[in-house]
Nanobody, 126 residues
Framework: QVQLVESGGGLVQAGGSLRLSCAAS????????AAWFRQAPGKEREFVAA????????YYADSVKGRFTISRDNAKNMVYLQMNDLKPEDTAVYYC???????????????????WGQGTQVTVSS
């Protein structure tokens, strides 16, 4: 099994930056795709970014392209999400997720991921 723990959330003003971290433990060698999702109150969980072990190749939601950067350090079993130029609409609980496989464009769908962290709150004030 894999365990994921997020950290780095907090309160920031619009235009500011935060870096989220996700620490993986357990059978980390099985992680092929690592991703970040977010969920705002009253909304469905939505895809933010993902990175594959090979390449690596990164994917981003249109709403965060050019502002967010996902990265991973396989040696340290860490995944990061650098968030710049934050906007109030970025306010949400951010979740780290992992999957042992990639199934094409399903990389953006929550059901593709079998392991989730507990989430970290990001609040952006205007």
């Amino acid at each position: 099994q894999v365990q994921l723990v997020e950290s780095g959330g907090g309160l920031v003003q619009a235009g500011g930056s935060l870096r989220l971290s996700c620490a993986a433990s357990g059978r980390t060698f099985t992680i092929y795709v690592a991703a970040w999702f977010r969920q705002a109150p009253g909304k469905e969980r939505e895809f933010v970014a993902a990175t594959t072990r090979s390449g690596p190749t990164s994917y981003y939601a249109d709403s965060v392209k050019g502002r967010f950067t996902i990265s991973r350090d396989n040696a340290k079993n860490m995944v990061y999400l650098q968030m710049n130029d934050l906007k109030p609409e970025d306010t949400a609980v951010y979740y780290c997720a992992s999957s042992p496989t990639q199934r094409g464009q399903l990389i953006t769908r929550p059901f593709m991921y079998d392991t989730w962290g507990q989430g970290t709150q990001v609040t952006v004030s205007s």
